[in-house]
């Protein structure tokens, strides 16, 4: 080979790689100037698509009811969706917001006046003398309590500020996402043909497998972890209200909160039993204390019921998604976190197993075939 020759080749692959460098390096711009086009819709899909994924069964039996009618159906099973958010969030929100009104009220009236701890409270090992002495200012000397507490008393109430607008922000990301799985829901087939034709291009053979399980553990976890958070919150919240806690909405939010990051309720419901204890009388304790008791034990009960048959997801995987989701994308992360964290969970463990598991199916396969050979033969 000449030395022109070897200058050509040389040329050649410089100008290749320069061109090749221009075209990747468009291709990357294209995708940043796309990811933050789409970067808003990414969570409302992403959560849509679980909520369809999780409600498609209800949906088709539904579409049964009504003739087969599957867009009136997905459209039914979204409304009910919203309803289910939007009418608690409104009691809650209507809770917090003439609470502080009337706090704000009362504090500027100068009439504020809050009961006296009673000597139980002393006799409360370790914190019962100092929470005596401070309930005991705030109820005998409210100025000299509120500007001796005055910089815990103003991040309380930035931090109430805070959760409210992320729980608004949050339940118009639900609003949508409902709306986006109930377009979801009404054209599955189309979808779930599209997504299985990009699956098998991805993973291959096992892309029918790995999507059935990923539909078991968004059902599984949505059901097992939010639902049975839901329905803890809502039991422990009713009888909060019922019994006029303080801040009965504000609490809920918080045991949702507590339930979903797979916490103990009881975190929340004793010192509230502890108060209504200090405050109420003895019927009354007693009523409350079965009542939030029962919310906070329930899902011992129901957990079993409502999680799916082969899906069991280690109680931390759900801690760290719903912490993580929560750190990343506020409250709607702690029910996205919780679900894709377990996803993953769950296709890792496939993916370990799955060399075992295809051994097994050929060796039945193999005696299958020999059984064949031999009824044959004989």
């Known amino acids: 080979?000449?030395?022109?020759?070897?200058?050509?080749?040389?040329?050649?692959?410089?100008?290749?790689?320069?061109?090749?460098?221009?075209?990747?390096?468009?291709?990357?711009?294209?995708?940043?100037?796309?990811y933050d086009i789409i970067k808003p819709f990414i969570i409302p899909v992403l959560w849509g698509s679980i909520i369809a994924v999780a409600l498609l069964p209800l949906t088709k039996k539904l579409e049964h009811s009504l003739g087969g009618k599957r867009g009136l159906a997905a459209t039914l099973v979204s409304l009910i969706g919203i309803s289910l958010l939007v009418i608690p969030f409104v009691m809650v929100s209507g809770s917090i917001?003439?609470?502080?009104?009337?706090?704000?009220?009362?504090?500027?009236?100068?009439?504020?006046k809050i009961p006296g701890p009673t000597s139980k409270v002393a006799d409360i090992p370790v914190v019962g003398d100092k929470l005596y002495s401070i309930w005991n200012l705030f109820a005998t000397n409210m100025e000299k309590a509120i500007q001796q507490f005055l910089p815990e008393i103003k991040g309380f109430l930035g931090t109430v500020a805070s959760i409210l607008g992320g729980a608004l922000t949050s339940l118009i990301m639900f609003i949508i996402?409902?709306?986006?799985?109930?377009?979801?829901?009404?054209?599955?087939?189309?979808?779930?043909?599209?997504?299985?034709?990009?699956?098998?291009?991805?993973?291959?053979?096992?892309?029918?497998?790995?999507?059935?399980?990923?539909?078991?553990?968004?059902?599984?976890?949505?059901?097992?972890?939010?639902?049975?958070a839901f329905i803890q919150a809502a039991i422990i919240g009713a009888a909060m209200f019922v019994f006029k806690v303080p801040a009965a909405g504000l609490l809920t939010l918080a045991?949702?909160?507590?339930?979903?990051?797979?916490?103990?309720?009881?975190?929340?419901?004793?010192?509230?039993?502890?108060?209504?204890y200090s405050t109420g009388d003895g019927t009354s304790t007693t009523l409350f204390t079965i009542w939030a008791l029962a919310g906070?034990?329930?899902?011992?009960?129901?957990?079993?019921?409502?999680?799916?048959?082969?899906?069991?997801?280690?109680?931390?995987?759900?801690?760290?998604?719903?912490?993580?989701?929560?750190?990343?994308?506020?409250?709607?992360?702690?029910?996205?976190?919780?679900?894709?964290?377990?996803?993953?969970?769950?296709?890792?463990?496939?993916?370990?197993?799955?060399?075992?598991?295809?051994?097994?199916?050929?060796?039945?396969?193999?005696?299958?075939?020999?059984?064949?050979?031999?009824?044959?033969?004989?």
């Open 255 to 276: 045991t949702l909160i507590l339930c979903i990051a797979q916490l103990p309720a009881l975190l929340i419901v004793a010192p509230v039993i502890f108060y209504v």
């Open 1 to 34: 080979m000449d030395r022109q020759t070897e200058q050509r080749q040389s040329k050649l692959f410089v100008n290749n790689m320069v061109e090749s460098a221009i075209r990747i390096g468009l291709l990357v711009i294209l995708l940043i100037f796309t």
């Open 97 to 112: 917001y003439e609470g502080v009104a009337h706090t704000t009220e009362v504090i500027q009236s100068g009439e504020i």
């Open 177 to 228: 996402s409902l709306a986006i799985a109930g377009g979801f829901m009404a054209h599955a087939e189309k979808i779930s043909g599209a997504l299985e034709t990009v699956a098998v291009r991805a993973v291959g053979k096992k892309a029918e497998q790995w999507a059935n399980l990923m539909a078991a553990t968004i059902r599984s976890v949505l059901l097992g972890v939010v639902g049975v």
């Open 296 to 378: 906070g034990l329930s899902d011992n009960i129901l957990k079993p019921m409502l999680m799916g048959r082969g899906v069991d997801v280690p109680m931390p995987i759900i801690l760290i998604g719903a912490i993580g989701g929560m750190l990343f994308a506020g409250i709607i992360g702690l029910f996205l976190g919780a679900i894709i964290l377990a996803i993953w969970y769950e296709l890792f463990l496939f993916w370990i197993n799955y060399e075992e598991q295809t051994e097994l199916s050929e060796d039945d396969a193999e005696a299958t075939s020999e059984s064949k050979t031999k009824a044959e033969n004989s």
